[in-house]
């Protein structure tokens, strides 16, 4: 009697657990998700890892400056019927409602779930006050600082659209979410060693930015993070950089995929690890 007991109560208990797998998939389930600079680099190893993933996105807009030179993008677009390129350049601000609305186009009533702020630049490794520039601070600034927080602004009725879409669901990929591509070098408790003078004020400006959207898009149901991506062998970070652009791009989005409320307004590194301010 045990016995028969036993293997009636197996298929019963498959099928829970298959439910609450199911259930969990769909937590991690997102419709949309924006990149900036996707044309290489971080940005470029987002798209190619979103696209394999094991629940990628149903819609992936990639940014560049320039489409028509961005061959792997195309390449990838041409085998990817999800993947949507769209021309930005950061620093035409007069271009975001454009892109706004062809962004628009492409999610339909869904907004959009997740916007990742990639695009950046810096201006070598400036140690010296003397070595410092109006020009190099300005430029870097306006990209790294001003262009996230400009086409957030722009982008946040969609971000609001997701999220009341998808009020149902906890805070994160799936509902809505922006996510900062930081440094630690902007954390000002970690700087012991200086330097870095435009690219560290730029991304500690970026990180203040961050926490004020977070007050102030954290009751419209959008979760705001920030990520140091580690030193990384791109050409920013130089072949010199001690992590590859795989892995430090397969365990953000491993962190991305599992963010819960309580991450809402944080700032950690590639692997989850949470960073000073």
């Keep these: ?16 657990l298959m439910f609450s797998l199911q259930l969990c998939k769909a937590e991690t389930n997102m419709s949309s998700i924006l990149i900036t600079g996707s044309s290489r680099g971080i940005g470029l190893e987002f798209v190619k890892q979103l696209l394999g993933h094991a629940n990628p996105p149903a819609i992936l807009i990639a940014t560049c400056r320039n489409p028509d030179k961005a061959t792997e993008l195309q390449a990838l677009a041409k085998n990817n019927a999800n993947l949507h390129i769209l021309k930005l350049d950061v620093l035409d601000f007069d271009s975001y409602d454009s892109v706004v609305n062809k962004t628009r186009d492409i999610v339909g009533n869904k907004g959009l779930n997740v916007l990742i702020n990639n695009a950046g630049i810096h201006r070598g490794m400036k140690n010296s006050l003397s070595l410092v520039t109006a020009k190099d601070l300005t430029d870097v600034y306006l990209t790294n600082t001003a262009a996230p927080i400009l086409l957030i602004k722009a982008m ?12 149902s669901a906890p805070m994160g990929l799936s509902r809505a979410a922006i996510i900062n591509i930081s440094s630690q070098l902007g954390s000002l408790t970690n700087n012991n060693n200086g330097g870095w003078y435009e ?79």
């Excluded at 946040?156 to 009020?167: E, F």
């Excluded at 791009?249 to 590194?269: A, D, I, R, S, W």
């Design 1 to 16: 009697m045990g016995t028969v007991v036993v293997v009636r109560s197996v298929p019963m208990l498959l099928l829970i």
């Design 156 to 167: 946040r009725p969609l971000l609001k659209q997701a999220a009341d879409v998808n009020n």
């Design 199 to 277: 690219y560290r004020e730029s991304k500690a400006a970026l990180n203040m930015a961050a926490r004020s959207l977070s007050v102030e898009l954290g009751p419209e149901g959008i979760l705001v993070l920030s990520v140091h991506p580690g030193w990384v062998q791109t050409d920013m970070g130089t072949s010199a950089a001690d992590l590859k652009v795989h892995d430090s791009v397969q365990n953000m989005l491993n962190v991305f995929y599992n963010l819960k409320p309580e991450n809402h307004g944080t700032f950690v590194q590639w692997d989850g690890k949470p960073l000073p301010w």
